[in-house]
């Protein structure tokens, strides 16, 4: 069980985000919620969370690109960012890793591997 630490989910996608809140919470984290970069990165003003779960398919500006924005400030990159993404094609997974995504994780997930993957991340 995540006693309490804090996880931000990036994904515009609201069903998703309720499925991955409703894991989360049951397993013990607390989870932030935005659904955009421009809300994440309000909510890291103000937050420090564990880990970030980054949905790679966002409006305006990609996952790709706020994790390579995060990654290059000082203030947030040593906060590690899984990718949670549809995107399973050939390449996908290294360019997401080339962003500076700590770990992937496909759509649709595997409960107890999404949570130990996640656990994996924030333990380390």
């Known amino acids: 069980m995540a ?6 989910y990036v994904e515009d996608n609201q069903d998703n985000r309720i499925l991955i809140r409703r894991i989360l919470q049951a397993d ?8 955009n970069a421009r809300q994440a990165v309000e909510f890291l003003r103000k937050e420090k969370p564990d880990l970030i779960i980054m ?16 990654k290059s400030h000082p203030n947030f990159n ?5 990718a949670l993404t549809a995107n399973v094609m050939k390449g996908d997974k290294e360019r997401t890793l080339q962003a500076g995504c ?6 649709p997930i595997d409960v107890d591997s999404f949570l130990n993957t996640i656990a994996h991340f924030i333990e380390r």
């Open 3 to 8: 006693a309490g630490q804090t996880v931000l």
């Open 102 to 107: 700590d770990g992937y994780i496909e759509k």
């Open 78 to 82: 040593k906060i590690p960012i899984v």
């Open 55 to 70: 949905d790679i398919n966002l409006p305006e500006i990609s996952g790709y690109a706020l994790t390579t924005k995060l």
């Open 28 to 35: 013990g984290y607390v989870v932030l919620e935005a659904e």
